[in-house]
């Protein structure tokens, strides 16, 4: 295959606000960053515009109905007059960059909205920014497999802290549908933990000491120099939460 | 392509979680199943456990959404790898995905977006879709897909799937559907479009209804499948001589009465019982 920029430029067009404006006001700077013939510049710039923002609006509707799948919680607890604005927000920040795994688009997408919404999402959205990272740490549990991680913990355990109390607003939404309104700030750390070979979920809350232990653990700098740090090793591996290589 | 001895899986539906307990309960009116393989290559034990389900009942198989075989470069291994470990855990007749990329550079758009059709990228293709077939070690199909934005090209559609399918003696999956939106949005007759394909290659069809969007059609898998598409369908049905299965999407707006999709179901496998002798 020879297009490798025109196809890159098409998927710019279709996901990156602005770059079609690039495109009509400068085509020589764009067909330069992309290394586009002629014949590929010209190609683009006869686009049907209409067709073009039928498909990006396609590709839009996509992204948000993995965030929308993958979050309820989430969703729940921002105010449904507030979503239009911050999804228009969080697609013109964050275009879809690949995810490292297959099949984990609706993940990936997740963890970018989580993401967003912690680094960009307007004032106010922390404890829906709470909710985001754990629900998205829950699907990852879900889905990450116990020996093909490349970190000392599995792929089916996943570390969070938290300024609210996530296990019980979580819990609360599950069983009334709705998230609690305004609740008090609780530092929360916490494991989330898939049991092997079964899709049943564990949340264990964690003193922050321990959680650091993991978490070094978790980015493989962990050797354990205090007798506190041991007992959370072996902890860690009695209930199965280590890789071979953190065994 | 297509193994001889292959036999016919009927008539069934694209498997969608929202339709899980309906399927069930009205299982006998389903012959067969499709499953989107994404969901179960690196599957959690509910996804392996929900396929186990599914088998039990049912023949099933998996149709891809982003091997993105036209993205420019090599195709990747690893999802080859995990497409051909499906295959085995399914034991899968074969596997399917489309005629075009959803990849470029670091960008995976999910949208099934065309290629320019020259015979330079049709050989590209059909290099490719050997390869996957090759490696995962079923029959592979390509799928035609709805597109709303073209481009000027060397070939029609119909020359570039033809020669990207001879050249890689791979199989079809026709979405009937995609041909006749197509045929709307760009203007030409479905019926020489299917003429000009290799019809003997079609072991699979899909079927499904779309919506307006403005003055363009879209393939949104959101209602009954339209007229025209039975029309297309009663005009080929006899011509597809490696068909063993026909699908029906549905992936939005699911109807209450689920009579409504299998009403459509009923219409397909009455068409094909005349053909076949049944």
Same mark, same amino acid.
């Given at each position: 295959m020879t297009d490798d920029g025109f196809q890159r430029a098409l998927a710019e067009l279709l996901t990156v606000p602005g770059t079609r404006r690039m495109l009509d006001d400068a085509a020589d700077g764009f067909a330069a960053r992309f290394a586009l013939t002629a014949d590929e510049l010209g190609l683009l710039l006869g686009t049907n515009r209409s067709r073009l923002d039928l498909t990006a609006r396609s590709i839009v509707g996509k992204r948000l109905d993995f965030v929308r799948r993958a979050l309820p919680a989430t969703m729940s607890a921002l105010p449904a007059r507030s979503h239009q604005g911050l999804f228009a927000d969080f697609i013109g920040r964050c275009p879809p960059v690949e995810p490292a795994e297959h099949g984990?688009?609706?993940?990936?997408?997740?963890?970018?909205?989580? *993401?967003? +919404?912690? *680094?960009?999402?307007p004032a106010g959205v922390p404890l829906a920014a709470d909710l985001a990272e754990y629900e998205v740490l829950r699907a990852e549990a879900q889905f990450g497999q116990p020996t093909s991680s490349d970190r000392l913990l599995g792929g089916h355990v996943r570390l969070g802290h938290f300024t609210f109390d996530v296990i019980t607003l979580y819990d609360g939404w599950r069983r009334a549908g709705r998230v609690q309104a305004e609740p008090t700030p609780r530092p929360t750390w916490l494991a989330v933990v898939r049991a092997s070979e079964s899709s049943a979920l564990a949340c264990f809350r964690l003193g922050e000491r321990?959680?650091?232990?993991?978490?070094? +653990?978790?980015?493989?700098?962990?050797a354990p120099d205090s007798e506190v740090e041991r007992a959370v090793l072996r902890l860690a591996q009695q209930e199965g939460w280590l890789t071979d290589a953190g065994c | 392509m297509i193994r001889a001895g292959q036999p016919w899986l009927g008539v069934g539906l694209g498997y969608r979680q929202d339709l899980h307990d309906a399927i069930f309960a009205r299982s006998g009116s389903i012959d067969c199943l499709e499953v989107i393989s994404e969901q179960y290559l690196a599957a959690a034990p509910a996804q392996r456990?929900?396929?186990?389900v599914l088998r039990e009942r049912f023949p099933v198989v998996p149709h891809g959404i982003e091997l993105s075989i036209g993205t420019a470069g090599p195709l990747d291994l690893q999802y080859l790898d995990d497409l051909a470990r499906l295959v085995v855990a399914m034991d899968a007749p074969w596997c399917s995905d489309h005629l075009s990329f959803t990849r470029a550079g670091d960008l995976a758009i999910g949208q099934l977006t065309p290629l320019v059709r020259t015979r330079e990228h049709a050989t590209a293709v059909a290099v490719k879709a050997a390869q996957v077939q090759r490696h995962v070690g079923v029959p592979f199909l390509l799928e035609n897909i709805t597109y709303y934005l073209d481009f000027p090209a060397e070939l029609s559609e119909a020359e570039f799937i033809t020669e990207v399918v001879e050249q890689a003696d791979c199989g079809l999956l026709l979405d009937l559907t995609n041909v006749f939106v197509n045929s709307v949005n760009h203007h030409f007759d479905p019926v020489e479009f299917v003429a000009a394909i290799p019809l003997e290659r079609v072991v699979q069809l899909h079927l499904a209804g779309g919506q307006w969007s403005g003055d363009t059609l879209v393939d949104t898998h959101s209602a009954p499948v339209p007229e025209q598409v039975w029309q297309l369908l009663d005009h080929v049905a006899d011509r597809l001589s490696s068909l063993r299965c026909v699908i029906l999407e549905r992936d939005q707006e699911f109807p209450d009465e689920f009579d409504e999709l299998l009403a459509d179901l009923t219409r397909a496998r009455q068409t094909f019982d005349l053909v076949r002798g049944g």
């Open positions: 984990a688009r609706p993940i990936g997408e997740a963890r970018r909205f989580a *993401d967003y +919404l912690r *680094d960009c999402g321990a959680y650091a232990v993991l978490d070094r +653990l978790g980015r493989g700098e962990f | 456990e929900r396929l186990r």
